[in-house]
Nanobody, 121 residues
Framework: EVQLVESGGALVQPGGSLRLSCAAA????????MNWFRQAPGKGLEWVSS????????AYADSVKGRFAISRDNAKNTLYLQMNSLKPEDTAVYYC??????????????WGLGTQVTVSS
């Protein structure tokens, strides 16, 4: 059974930083691309970032480019999202999601339950 468990969400002031983690289990982690999504209050799901199975190819939404960095540790089966220069509009529940392929194409077949990030003074 695939399990994805996010952690690291918190209340942080504007301009601050956070690192989210997503612990994966139940599949051969390095064989699959991974993603971060977010959902702000009252809004739809927004794709944030993707990384391929090998960890050497990444992509970002324009809204976070230059501020967020996705990475993965395939030895620890863990996905990360380093978030810097946080803005109030980054407030959302953040989810990790597993691709069906090693490259970040195709569909998504598993999701975590999310972790809350609140950016406020």
């Amino acid at each position: 059974e695939v399990q994805l468990v996010e952690s690291g969400g918190a209340l942080v002031q504007p301009g601050g930083s956070l690192r989210l983690s997503c612990a994966a289990a139940g599949f051969t982690y390095s064989n699959y691309a991974m993603n971060w999504f977010r959902q702000a209050p009252g809004k739809g799901l927004e794709w944030v970032s993707s990384i391929n199975g090998g960890g050497d190819s990444t992509a970002y939404a324009d809204s976070v480019k230059g501020r967020f960095a996705i990475s993965r540790d395939n030895a620890k089966n863990t996905l990360y999202l380093q978030m810097n220069s946080l803005k109030p509009e980054d407030t959302a529940v953040y989810y990790c999601a597993k691709n069906t392929l090693c490259a970040p194409t195709g569909g998504l077949d598993s999701w975590g339950l999310g972790t809350q990030v609140t950016v406020s003074s």
